[in-house]
């Protein structure tokens, strides 16, 4: 943002009139919260610099709209500030937290007001090394606490809520927790990582008047189904099922007979032309029954596990029905033989040139962390689905490391296999070898059970077998994974929801993709790094636009 900022500002436009865009967009979205109602107070709460800025912009902006702001200010602004000097000459109320020493006057307005924003500290400060002040504590509490009151007011941040790193998420234990947060230009990276995203409330990217830039140069972007849609695979009417590529899945164990058979009827439901399930001969009549679209490849085992001869089987198998996609590991178990198995399959998919990818998933991952360098030993295109516990045996690194440097870990991993990362969790990221990477906004506990793991690797082989690039494949899968998730929570509750009821919503999801249903709302509201266009900036007009929008 700061070098997108710069290069506006080269370009001939002011930071003045950035900031005046900033502070407009800030004040319409204040009006659509009270804006029928404008009695009802409005507490804007001040910092010392640039955010605070745009702040006090909106509330002059809110004045001249017939609101009567009320402003709290850290500290004293310069006197040759305009915007101060502006809401002075209105004669509207405020109040210095520097003579409220006992926040008594502080507490008075919170308590009265209907909508508090948040523009004490912007993206100008590392939080990591050097945390909130107890004054600047003192207030984000109090504010907090007003989520405990009966009627509660709105919680407004501007840019990035005060508290919250906004390049990974980190949150200072008194971070603010907006109900909305407008983000100037294109959204902070610490708006779709945890914790900030448990902050963040709803997320919207307003423009701010930056330079023309295209959505490709920017390495990090949101899902965003407008945008994925075109990476859909077409479905033609004179295809056959060759036309849809072949997945083979290998995976299954004594333990684990469900994993294979979840995943193979979502790579199925994802629109690929054939599934083979490759897996222990012992456990094949649990896995045909229900399931008759499949056909089966059963494996040798030796004392109820893979034997490590199977490779050849499966590689076999590979060749007769020209596989494009394969996915190895759900529901493998790890032993002895599956590691010999794996490593001996992993190492031989070089000369198969049909194939368009592998995804590693589960216990193959885990048996490959124990093996250095084993990413050298393919050549073809791969993605790796690691949930964090497998992403820390992978890369050796300890757990929280990972969950506070989700992407700079995920990106620097694809980089080290030069393959497509997938690291699952709230906010799964979508990393690729070349530095982009996508983030998924969507995060629910009904996706944390088991079994909705295999269900995204089937996904995503299925339409890798469609001829999906690999990125594009991936980012596919998480985001109609996301929306089943969706689904089977508005459906079935985020607890009772279960991996199985993922596929019964599937095809209402997958439906989204080929235009057969309007999708009602981008599906996790919005989700975004692109700006909303301000095509008007009367109070109401974009509001009411979005709402268009949303019933269409």
Known sequence: MRTLENNTIADGKSERALQLEAGLAAAQEAWMNVGAMPERGILLLIGPGKNGGDGLIAANQLTKWGATPFVYLLRERNTDDPDWKEFQESEMPYALATEDTDLKRLEFVLNEAALIVDALLGIGVNLESRPLDKQLSEITKRVNQTKENIVKPHILSLDIPTGINPDNGYADSTAIKADTTVTFGYAKMGLYAYPGREHAGRIIPVDIGLSSTTKSTLPYEALELSELKTFAPQRPITAHKGTFGV??????????????????EAAARSGAGLVQ?????HIQTLLTNGLPDAIHQPLPTTENTLDASAAITVLRALDEKKTRALLIGPGLGKTTNTKKFVHSIVSSLSKRTFLNGVILDADALNTLSEIQDWSTLVQIPLIVTPHLKEMSRLMGIDIDYIQKNRLESALNYAKHINGIVVLKGAGTIIASPDGRARISEFASPVLAKAGTGDVLAGVIAGLVAQNVDSFEAASLGVYLHADM?????????????IAQDLLKVMPASRKMLDGIEASAIDTFGTNTLLPNTIQSHQPGKQFMEELAHNLD
């Open 247 to 264: 997945v083979t899945i290998v995976g299954g164990s004594s333990q684990y007979p469900g994993a294979v058979r979840l995943a193979a």
């Open 277 to 281: 399930i490759a897996a222990p001969k």
């Open 485 to 497: 998730g969706r689904r089977v929570a508005e459906n079935y509750g985020t607890a009772a929801g």
